[in-house]
Nanobody
């Protein structure tokens, strides 16, 4: 059994910052790519940022230069530092990971989501 648990969401004013965390736990052998997605009310879930096991990163154009994804492999945790937040960043943020379990099977796992609200 593998779980992803996000934390760090909340309410912030435009221009402010938040740091999201997502910790993976359970029967983990290794973790490959880790991502953040977000879903605003009435919209489809969209990809935000990704980081490989080696630390290579990639970002959606809408957050490039404002958000930074990082990971601590020793803690099985991925972070999303969000700066210069805009009201349009308001959404539920989900982490996602490709994880190889101790039984050597790979699975795609999602966290439960954490709400980020940016007020104007």
């Amino acid at each position: 059994q593998v779980q992803l648990v996000e934390s760090g969401g909340g309410l912030v004013q435009a221009g402010g910052s938040l740091r999201l965390s997502c910790a993976a736990s359970g029967s983990i052998f290794s973790i490959n790519a880790m991502d953040w997605y977000r879903q605003a009310p009435g919209k489809q879930r969209e990809w935000v940022a990704a980081i490989t096991s080696g630390g290579s990163t990639n970002y959606a154009d809408s957050v490039k230069g404002r958000f930074t994804i990082s990971r601590d492999n020793a803690k099985n945790t991925v972070y999303l530092q969000m700066n210069s937040l805009k009201p349009e960043d308001t959404a539920v943020y989900f982490c996602h990971a490709l994880i190889i379990s101790t039984s050597r099977s790979q699975g795609s796992y999602w966290g439960q989501g954490t709400q980020v609200t940016v007020s104007s």
